[in-house]
């Protein structure tokens, strides 16, 4: 159906930036919502950001508002996650998601594809 690539994940400083892309394969991309999810470590895996299939509309978990801004470039099929002031608690692998049933999902069942994940860690 669809494969999602995530990268530009690593190490960064407490107060620091990072932007992740995810490259995705295929047709799909262009007519369905996509998301964001992260797992830390021990915990389970929730949805941060998603945004509807043309970028109209956008929605974040309160953990990551302000701060992170999910976007999309549908020529290049490419999702992206500009995130900012990253803090210890940021900490985790950060998985693009695409959902095919919702405009936008918030839940992590209303996604139905994720890619294999880019670790991101924030320390000093």
């Known amino acids: 159906q669809v494969q999602l690539v995530e990268s530009g994940g690593g190490l960064v400083q407490p107060g620091g930036s990072l932007r992740l892309s995810c490259a995705a394969s295929?047709?799909?991309?262009?007519?369905?919502?996509m998301g964001w999810l992260r797992q830390a470590p021990g915990k389970e895996r929730d949805v941060i950001a998603s945004?509807?299939?043309?970028?109209?509309?956008?929605y974040y978990t309160d953990s990551v508002k302000g701060r992170f801004t999910i976007s999309r470039d549908n020529a290049k099929n490419t999702l992206y996650l500009q995130m900012n002031s990253l803090t210890p608690e940021d900490t985790a692998v950060y998985y693009c998601a695409i959902g095919f049933r919702l405009p936008i999902p918030k839940l992590l069942g209303e996604f139905d594809d994720w890619g294999q994940g880019t670790q991101v860690t924030v320390s000093s």
């Open positions: 945004i509807t299939w043309n970028g109209a509309i956008t």
């Open positions: 295929g047709p799909l991309f262009r007519t369905n919502a």
